[in-house]
C-alpha cells in the first residue's frame, strides 16, 4: 500500500513537473510566444539546409545573359553582407544597406504573432542614438583610379536598427530607419556623419520587417518619396502635418523644407519594396503578384488584399485602379521594375523595363504600350537567369557609367513567413551588366563642384542617372542665380531637355508668374502635364493664372495629361475643382480609360464633405450627365455616397435632377448599394417616394416595408406567398425581412422553401436570409425538410451554409446523419465541410471528425509521412505530362489555372516554382502551410453569435461585404454587428487531394505541373 501511494506521488510530481516546464525564446515577451514559434511550420521557400552557397566567382560563371551583354562580380562577401538597397552619390560612390538585423530589431520582445508572422512588440525603438545598437550599416564603396572595381570603402553610419534605405541631399544622409525618417548632417559630403540624427518623420510600421517602409528617392518635384509594404499599420507624424494613419502598401512623400507629409498613392504591388521614377516622373515599384505593379497616379488607390491589408483611408473610394495588364508567363513575383534609360547597353535595351524575380532566379524585360492614361506590359527576353537557387535579385540600379548593377541578398531562402532566424547572414553580391567586351571603367567626378551652366549640361545626359543627380543639386541649392541657363534650356526643341528644365526652374524657385502660363502652353504634354501637378501641389491655382489652367483643360488630348488633371482637381479648392471637372467631362473621353473615371470620381467626391451645395449644383449642367464617364463611374456612386453618409436630402435632390430613364435606374441602384447592411427606418418619405417613384412601382408596399412600416408587415407576408407577384419583388421582400427581422417572419420563409412552386432562387434566397433570425428552431425545421430540397445543388448547399453557421443549428443537422440517418454525409462537399470548423466548436470538431474523418486536419507527422510516401512514389517511374494535365483539370482545374487551363477561384500557379518537387508536395498535401495573399478565407463572429466565413471583398464606410470563397450569396456586415474577425489558417482547398488518385495519376498529375 505505501509503495503504491509513493508510487503515485512520484508521477503527481513527474506530472506537476512536465506541467511547469516552460518553453523559453530569447525574443518572446510571454511563454504563448514562444511556444508558437516554436511549433510554427514555415511557408515558402524556406532555408536549404541541404544545399551550400557558390562561391561569388563561380556563381557568376553560371549567369546565362544575351549574347551581346556580360556580367560581372563587382562585390561580394565579406565585403556587403544581405545588401537591401544601393545608389550612387554625387561623386559616383556606391551607397549599400547591409540588412544584417533582419528580421528582428534588437532589444524588443515579441509579445504577439500571427499566422503570417506579423508581430507586435513590447516597446517602439528609440532612436539613434538612443536604444538598442543593431547589426545594421550603410557601406560607401569608391573607384579611386577609374578602372571600374571599387578599392576604397568605409563603414558611412553603423549600430542601425531595422534600416531599409538611404538617400542624400540638403546637406543631409537621409535614413529609412523604422519606425523613423532620419537624416543625419553631412554639410560637406564626406559621407560620415558630423552629428546624431533628426527624427523627421515617427510612425512606420513595425509588424513585419520584410514590408516595412523603404526605397527612399528623391523625385523631380524635390520632395523624398518611400513606400511602406503590405502587412504593417502606419501612423505617421511630422512637423507640420496631422498624423496620417493608414494600413498597408502605399506611396509616400515629405518634404524636407515644409516638413510635410502625405500618401501620394494608396494600395497596389502587393507588397511593394522599390521605387523607379522614369524619365517622365512616373512611378512604378513592381508587384508580389503576378504581373508588373501599377503605373502610380496621384491621389489614386489601387488594389489591395482587404483582409490581409486593411481597407483604405477612404471609406467613399468605390473601387480601386487595376495594375497595369501583363502578358507573358505572370511567374510570381517581380517586386522590383526599372526602366533601362542610360546609352551604354545596345539600343534593343533602351526604354525596356527591367524587372526582378528573385523566386525563379531571373531578370525579365518587359516592353511598356501605352493604354489610354496607363500601360500594357509584354514581356520579351530574359536578360538574365541562373539555375543557381540562392540567386535572390533585391535590388537593380542603373550606374553612372550606365551599367545595370544587380544586388543579390544570397540566400537558399527567400520566405519571410518562419519565424526561426535561420538566414544566411554571412553572404551578399552586387553584379554588374555592361556590353560584351566592354572596357571596365569610370569616369572622376563630383556634381557638387559644377557650376550652374555645367549641371544645366547635364540635365542634357542621355545617362538618366545624371540628369536625377544635377536635379537633386538644383534643389540643394535652391538659387535664383541658376534661372537664367535653366529658363534658356527650357527654350530647346527637346521636349525631354524642356521637361528637364522646367523641374530644374521649379526646384530653384522659377516656377513663377510668366513662367507658368508659358509652361502651361507648352507644345509637349509631358510639360504641361507636370506643370498642372506642380501647380496643385500648391493646393490651389494663382487667380490669374485659372483663366490659362481651364483653356488648357478644354484643348487637352493627351490621357496621361487628362488623368493628372484629374488628380489635380482632388487637391485644389471646390470653386476650382468643379469647373475643372466640368472641363474634363466636356472633353471626349474614353469610358473605358483604365485610371481617369474613377480619377474624376475621387475629385468629385472629396468636395462632399465641406462643400456639398455647390456639388449638388454642380449636377444642374447636362454636361454633368451627358458624358459616357458620367453614366458609368459618378452618378451611382454619389448616391452611394451621399445615402451611406445619411445625407438624405441631397440624394433627394440628385435624384430629382435626373435627366432619364437610364440614369434613373443607376440612381436607384447606387441607393440600394449605399444602403446595404444598414437601417432603413431613418429614411425621409420624399426619398423614398422618389425612388418609388423612379423605379415605376406600381405596388408601394415594398418602399413602406423598407422604410420600417411593420403595420405593413401581414400584407408584405401575403404578398410574398402570393405567386402571381414578380419574382425579383418577391426577392426583395425576401431581403427586407432579413434586414428587419420579424419574428414572424421564419415561418413564411419556411412555406417559400417548402413550397415545390417556388422558383430555387427563392429558395436560396428565403434560406440566406433565415441565417440572420438568432432562433435555435431555425436549424431542427431546416433539417427536417432538408430531404425534400436535396435535388437543387443550390439550394442544398445553401442550407448546408446555414447550418454551419450556428453551432445550435449545426448539431441539428449532424443529427439527422448520424441518428436519424435521414440525411447521408456525401451530401455536404469538401468546400463546406471547413465551415463547420470555423464554428470553433470541440462538440462539433468532434463530431465532425466522426462523420467525415478524412476532415480531421493532418498532424505535422502525418504530413511528414505523407510527402516522404510520394516523393518515393514519384521516383519510382516518370509520369505523363499529357495525361496529367486530364487529371489537373479533374482535381484541381476547378479552382486553379495553369496556363490556359483551369479556374479563378484559387492562385494561378503558373507563376510559382515549377522544379521544386518538395514545394509542390508541400503545398498539396498540406494547403494550410502557405494561404496566397488575396485568396484568405475571413471569419467572422457576429454579436447574436452567428458564424460568417468567406473572402472579404471589400470594406467601405463601416461595412463589409463578404462573399463565400466558392460561391454563394454574399453578405453585408455592418462593423457594428461584428463581434470579432479573424483571417483563417485554413485553406479553402482540401487536404488528402492525393487519396482519391491513384501512384499513376499522381505522378502524372506532378509531370503536369513540372514540366508543362
Known amino acids: 500500500m505505501f509503495l503504491a501511494l509513493a508510487l503515485l506521488a512520484t508521477l503527481s510530481f513527474l506530472n506537476t513537473s512536465c506541467q511547469e516546464k516552460k518553453i523559453e525564446h530569447p525574443l518572446a515577451a510571454n511563454e504563448d510566444v514562444a511556444r508558437y514559434m516554436e511549433n510554427f511550420e514555415g511557408r515558402g521557400d524556406l532555408t536549404d539546409t541541404g544545399s551550400a552557397p557558390t562561391a561569388p566567382r563561380d556563381a557568376v560563371a553560371e549567369f546565362q545573359l544575351p549574347d551581346d551583354l556580360e556580367i560581372e562580380l563587382v562585390l561580394g562577401e565579406p565585403s556587403i553582407v544581405q545588401p537591401i538597397h544601393m545608389s550612387f552619390d554625387q561623386r559616383g560612390r556606391l551607397w549599400v544597406v547591409q540588412y544584417q538585423q533582419y528580421p528582428y530589431p534588437e532589444g524588443l520582445k515579441i509579445t504577439s504573432m500571427d499566422n503570417h508572422t506579423r508581430v507586435t512588440f513590447d516597446k517602439q525603438p528609440e532612436a539613434p542614438p538612443a536604444g538598442a545598437r543593431g547589426a545594421d550599416k550603410i557601406s560607401v564603396f569608391e573607384d579611386t583610379n577609374g578602372d571600374g572595381h571599387f578599392d576604397k570603402s568605409f563603414d558611412a553610419i553603423t549600430g542601425l536598427n531595422i534600416t531599409t534605405s538611404v538617400a542624400l541631399g540638403r546637406d543631409r544622409i537621409w535614413v529609412l530607419n523604422p519606425p523613423y525618417l532620419l537624416a543625419f548632417p553631412d554639410s560637406n559630403g564626406d559621407g560620415l556623419p558630423e552629428a546624431d540624427p533628426e527624427v523627421h518623420l515617427e510612425g512606420f510600421g513595425m509588424e513585419d520587417t520584410h514590408a516595412v517602409a523603404n526605397s527612399l528617392h528623391w523625385g523631380p518635384d524635390g520632395w523624398l518619396y518611400g513606400v511602406q509594404g503590405s502587412t504593417t499599420t502606419s501612423t505617421i507624424r511630422a512637423k507640420n502635418s496631422r498624423p496620417v494613419a493608414f494600413q498597408g502598401q502605399a506611396i509616400w512623400r515629405y518634404h524636407p523644407e515644409k516638413q510635410t507629409f502625405e500618401l501620394f498613392a494608396e494600395g497596389g504591388g502587393n507588397n511593394p519594396f522599390y521605387l523607379e521614377f522614369d524619365r517622365k516622373g512616373r512611378i512604378f515599384s513592381g508587384s508580389n503578384g503576378y504581373g508588373r505593379g501599377p503605373y502610380y497616379k496621384q491621389g489614386a488607390y489601387y488594389v489591395k488584399s482587404w483582409g490581409k491589408h486593411g481597407a483604405l483611408t477612404n471609406p467613399y473610394a468605390f473601387g480601386h485602379l487595376p495594375n497595369m495588364s501583363l502578358t507573358g508567363e505572370n511567374k510570381r513575383f517581380t517586386h522590383a521594375v526599372m526602366m533601362y534609360e542610360a546609352d551604354l547597353l545596345p539600343p534593343k535595351y ?34 538574365l537567369e541562373t539555375g543557381d537557387r540562392w540567386f535572390r535579385p533585391v535590388d537593380i540600379k542603373t550606374g553612372p557609367d550606365g551599367a545595370v548593377y544587380i544586388a543579390d541578398w544570397y540566400d537558399s531562402r527567400l520566405s519571410h513567413v518562419d519565424p526561426r532566424d535561420t538566414w544566411h547572414k554571412s553572404s551578399g553580391r552586387i553584379y554588374r551588366i555592361k556590353p560584351k567586351g566592354q572596357p571596365t571603367q569610370s569616369d572622376s567626378f563630383d556634381l557638387t563642384n559644377a557650376n550652374f551652366s555645367e549641371l544645366a549640361t547635364w540635365l542634357q545626359h542621355p545617362n538618366k542617372w545624371y540628369r536625377q543627380q544635377a536635379l537633386r543639386q538644383f534643389a540643394d541649392r535652391r538659387s535664383p542665380g541658376a534661372l537664367p541657363e535653366l529658363y534658356a534650356l527650357f527654350e530647346s526643341e527637346n521636349a525631354q531637355h524642356a521637361l528637364e528644365a522646367l523641374w530644374a526652374i521649379h526646384l530653384s524657385g522659377g516656377f513663377e508668374g510668366d513662367f507658368v502660363e508659358k509652361a502651361l502652353q507648352h507644345a509637349d504634354p509631358f510639360v504641361q502635364l507636370w506643370s498642372i501637378r506642380l501647380l496643385g501641389d500648391r493646393g490651389s491655382i494663382p487667380t490669374e493664372i485659372f483663366p490659362i489652367f481651364m483653356e488648357v483643360v478644354a484643348e487637352s488630348f493627351f490621357p496621361e495629361m487628362i488623368s493628372q488633371i484629374a488628380s489635380t482637381a482632388k487637391r485644389l479648392p471646390a470653386d476650382q475643382a468643379l469647373p475643372v471637372l466640368d472641363g474634363l467631362l466636356q472633353l471626349d473621353l474614353d469610358p473605358d480609360d483604365p485610371d481617369i473615371g474613377l480619377l474624376i470620381w475621387w475629385a468629385l467626391e472629396s468636395k462632399v464633405d465641406k462643400n456639398l451645395p455647390e456639388v449638388l449644383a454642380w449636377w444642374d449642367k447636362p454636361a454633368t450627365w451627358q458624358n459616357p464617364v458620367s453614366r458609368k463611374y459618378l452618378a451611382a456612386r454619389m448616391m452611394k455616397r451621399l445615402v451611406m453618409d445619411a445625407r438624405y436630402d441631397a440624394a433627394w435632390e440628385v435624384l430629382k435632377k435626373s435627366p432619364g430613364r437610364s440614369f434613373d435606374e443607376l440612381l436607384v441602384n447606387g441607393f440600394y448599394e449605399g444602403m446595404a447592411g444598414r437601417d432603413l427606418t431613418d429614411i425621409p418619405k420624399k426619398l423614398l417616394a422618389e425612388i418609388s417613384l423612379k423605379e415605376e412601382l406600381s405596388e408601394p408596399l415594398i418602399m413602406e416595408m423598407r422604410a420600417g412600416d411593420l403595420t405593413r408587415l401581414p400584407d408584405a407576408l401575403n404578398w410574398l406567398r402570393d405567386e402571381n407577384q414578380p419574382l425579383k419583388k418577391r426577392m426583395e421582400l425576401v431581403a427586407i425581412l432579413g434586414e428587419m427581422r420579424p ?182 498535401i498540406d494547403p494550410n502551410a502557405a494561404i496566397r495573399e488575396g485568396y484568405e478565407t475571413m471569419e467572422i463572429t457576429l454579436l447574436d453569435g452567428r458564424k460568417i466565413t468567406g473572402k472579404l471583398l471589400h470594406d467601405e464606410a463601416g461595412v463589409k461585404y463578404i462573399v463565400p470563397p466558392m460561391g454563394g450569396k454574399g453578405e453585408h456586415v455592418p462593423d457594428d454587428d461584428i463581434r470579432d474577425i479573424q483571417v483563417s489558417k485554413k485553406s479553402t482547398m482540401p487536404e488528402r487531394i492525393f487519396d482519391k488518385l491513384s501512384e499513376k495519376d499522381v505522378r502524372d498529375l506532378l509531370a503536369f505541373i513540372l514540366n508543362s
Open 350 to 383: 533602351r526604354g525596356m523595363m527591367m524587372a526582378l524575380n528573385p523566386l525563379h532566379h531571373y531578370i525579365q524585360l518587359t516592353e511598356l504600350e501605352a493604354s489610354g492614361s496607363s500601360f500594357e506590359n509584354t514581356d520579351t527576353d530574359l536578360l
Open 743 to 924: 419574428a414572424n417572419a421564419p415561418p413564411v420563409l419556411f412555406e417559400l422553401i417548402r413550397s415545390g412552386n417556388s422558383p430555387g432562387a427563392l429558395k436560396q434566397a428565403a434560406i440566406h436570409e433565415l441565417k440572420k433570425f438568432d432562433d435555435p428552431n431555425i436549424g431542427k425545421t431546416m433539417a427536417s425538410i432538408y430531404p425534400a430540397i436535396r435535388a437543387d445543388d443550390y439550394v442544398r448547399e445553401a442550407a448546408i451554409r446555414l447550418f454551419s453557421s450556428r453551432s445550435i443549428w449545426a448539431e441539428a443537422f449532424f443529427h439527422e446523419i448520424t441518428d436519424t440517418r435521414v440525411i447521408h454525409k456525401t451530401d455536404v462537399p469538401n468546400h463546406l465541410i471547413s465551415n463547420f470548423y470555423a464554428l470553433q466548436s470541440d462538440s462539433i470538431t468532434d463530431q465532425m471528425i466522426k462523420i467525415w474523418p478524412e476532415s480531421a486536419p493532418l498532424e505535422p507527422t502525418e504530413i511528414n509521412e505523407r510527402i516522404n510516401h510520394w516523393k518515393e512514389v514519384v521516383a519510382k517511374g516518370s509520369g505523363n505530362a499529357l495525361a496529367g494535365k486530364g487529371i489537373f483539370v479533374s482535381s484541381c482545374g476547378a479552382c486553379h489555372r495553369m496556363g490556359a487551363t483551369g479556374g479563378e477561384v484559387g492562385p494561378d500557379l503558373t507563376g510559382y516554382e515549377r522544379t521544386n518537387l518538395d514545394y509542390w508536395l508541400l503545398h498539396t
